[in-house]
């Protein structure tokens, strides 16, 4: 039998481990706090964020049109204020009206979901049933209590989630003026980082910023496609049925369709809900079946086929970024979650194809190289 020969010893193995351990250790407590700094530094300046972001995202939807504009020999800034003048008037047309028929209706609407959640209750601790009062009609006060107390709310800023720390007609003034200079301008910016940067870094930003930018679009432009979609047919199956809140529930589908999964969830209940109250439970069954196929339809047709691979994200993470928007920054953090972790997700991406590449150009050519490499070690 061949002795074998102890080449390293084990103090020096497990000395090397430790090190290891230690400066992954260094490494987390690092990242970490610049992470706490990060969030500290966009918490104290959310006022100017919040601003930006939501322009970033209207430039989104407006700057193709622009684009298309200036092909045609349109000036630039004339092209923007053409985009942005037109969206503005649809925006107030669209607001003038559907607020009759909507702001006075919100709080009835909060109402009649408190009331639809009552007749669950009576439901679950009846007969047949006969469930525990105790869990439930707990829960269920507490949801009514929110819905009753934010009934007021919902029907002031359901066109608008701006004003969080100043008017919120200064705020909607900062953001359309951010926009025309977006759309204006915005083509420019990526070739003046690139110079400023210069060749081996601009390169990379620009990539990156690209591929987040055609991302962030994609969504936006399909989210509000199958927003639309999900509240007409959802508003239609209302007015069919004779509901008299058809409308402010249909709008109120669209605009909670902008965050995924929760919003879904939370438009659809209150649908049934309502139903449930102003109709019959025959009707509110036939409505609950109604959201279920719209659900269905939206994620596995409408967003695979429109969308395709453009978000690339798994629903679970969509859900958790959702969860830790809203919780950080309510409902403003809520709607901007997926466009952040969708920018993100484009980063890593972009970070893992050139670690790949350094990967795939240093392994070795074959079986027999690699064993030799190992030999040698």
Do not use: C
């Not at 322009?55 to 045609?72: D, E, G, Q, Y």
């Not at 408190?114 to 007749?119: E, I, N, T, V, Y």
């Not at 995924?260 to 069954?285: E, M, R, W």
């Not at 609950?288 to 967003?303: D, I, M, Y």
Request: glycine fraction near 8%; charge should be negative; aromatic fraction near 6%.
């Amino acid at each position: 039998m061949t002795e074998r020969k102890q080449i390293r010893d084990r103090a020096v193995v497990i000395d090397e481990g430790i090190g290891v351990l230690q400066r992954w250790g260094l490494r987390i407590i690092v990242i970490a706090a610049a992470a706490w700094i990060l969030g500290w530094v966009i918490g104290h300046t959310w006022v100017v964020i919040f601003p930006v972001a939501l322009a970033l995202i209207v430039t989104t939807i407006l700057s193709p049109p622009a684009a298309w504009l200036r092909s045609k020999g349109w000036p630039a800034a004339l092209a923007a204020s053409a985009i942005v003048i037109g969206f503005v008037g649809a925006i107030i047309g669209l607001i003038a009206i559907l607020t009759p028929q909507v702001a006075g209706q919100t709080t009835e609407v909060a109402a009649s979901a408190s009331d639809g959640l009552q007749k669950v209750r009576d439901w679950l601790t009846g007969e047949p049933l006969n469930l525990s009062e105790g869990q439930i009609t707990h829960a269920i006060e507490a949801v009514q209590e929110k819905l009753q107390s934010s009934a007021t709310s919902i029907g002031s800023g359901i066109f608008s989630t701006i004003g969080a720390a100043t008017s919120a007609i200064v705020n909607l003034i900062l953001v359309l003026t951010l926009t025309f200079f977006f759309v204006k301008d915005g083509h420019k910016f990526l070739p003046w980082v690139k110079t400023v940067s210069g060749q081996r870094a601009g390169t990379h930003i620009v990539e990156v910023a690209t591929r987040a930018w055609d991302t962030l679009g994609g969504f936006i432009r399909v989210q509000s496609l199958v927003a639309l979609i999900d509240a007409v047919i959802i508003g239609a199956a209302l007015a069919i049925l004779g509901s008299p809140l058809a409308i402010p529930l249909a709008v109120l589908t669209f605009f909670a369709a902008y965050i995924p999964i929760i919003g879904a969830f939370v438009s659809g209940a209150l649908a049934v809900l309502v139903t449930l109250v102003t109709n019959d439970p025959k009707d509110a069954l036939i409505i609950l079946v109604v959201v279920v196929l719209v659900q269905q339809l939206e994620g596995n047709v409408l967003s695979p086929m429109l969308q395709g691979k453009n978000l690339n994200l798994h629903p679970a993470v969509v859900l958790l970024a959702v969860a830790a928007g809203g919780t950080l920054f309510g409902i403003t953090g809520a709607f901007l979650a997926v466009p952040v972790i969708a920018t993100l997700a484009e980063l890593l991406r972009y970070i893992n194809e050139h670690i790949d590449d350094s990967v795939a150009w240093n392994a070795p050519e074959n079986d027999d190289e690699a064993a030799e490499i190992l030999d040698e070690d």
